[in-house]
């Protein structure tokens, strides 16, 4: 077998925190599927909204094991644990309202950093999914620099207390709702953006 055929995939989760799933961030994220998928990704993309993921309890019954996701919850959330400590890279995908990622995006993340953060027990245990990349992608009404702003900085805290990597944001500004939202420029960004990812990832496994 040569080199080429046994270099492993790049395995990319998408959680996609929109209740349209082909509003304008599922648009910019199909541009970036399609761009990963042509450069020999192996992508599962799922849409939160269409999932039962209930929120945290704090309630630490997670912390009892150091090995597995351990949550009370037997909902939907569960079986992407598996999922996400397989990838190489997580990409968030949402729509901003009040400054913030969605609901479901939001209970899914409180969710995991208990959960796959093995911190807040008697003893404290490892990051599940320590060194793992993970990118954003956010549309909002208002200029990035005040609308996703506010979330990315979140995302930047939370990754650096999960041992995560992050590696990057892709925001669309919507104008209004009587305007289309995507056009070539976005569509050329997203693609854009979804080569810079990879190229990172592939330096990080190389």
Not at 15 to 22: A, I
Not at 72 to 83: E, K, M, R, T, Y
Not at 98 to 113: E, F, G, I, M
């Amino acid at each position: 077998m040569s080199e080429a055929t046994s270099v492993k995939p790049i395995k990319v989760c998408i959680l996609q925190g929109s209740p349209r799933p082909r509003g304008n961030t599922a648009s910019l994220v199909k541009s970036i599927i399609e761009e990963l998928e042509h450069r020999g990704c192996v992508v599962k993309n799922e849409f939160l909204y269409q999932k039962d993921i209930r929120p945290c309890y704090g309630c630490r019954c997670c912390q009892r094991d150091h090995t597995i996701f351990g949550c009370v919850h037997n909902d939907d959330l569960v079986p992407l644990f598996d999922d996400l400590l397989e990838c190489d890279l997580i990409v968030l995908a949402t729509p901003i309202y009040s400054w913030y990622c969605t609901p479901p995006l939001k209970a899914t993340l409180d969710r995991l950093v208990y959960g796959m953060n093995k911190y807040y027990g008697e003893t404290k245990g490892p990051s599940l999914w320590a060194g793992t990349k993970v990118a954003l992608v956010a549309t909002c009404g208002y200029p990035p620099e005040k609308g996703a702003d506010l979330w990315e900085e979140g995302m930047k805290r939370y990754c650096k207390h999960s041992q995560l990597e992050y590696i990057g944001i892709l925001t669309g500004r919507h104008l209004g709702y009587d305007r289309p939202f995507m056009d070539l420029e976005k569509e050329e960004r997203a693609r854009l953006f979804a080569a810079t990812i990879f190229e990172k990832v592939s330096a990080s496994l190389s």
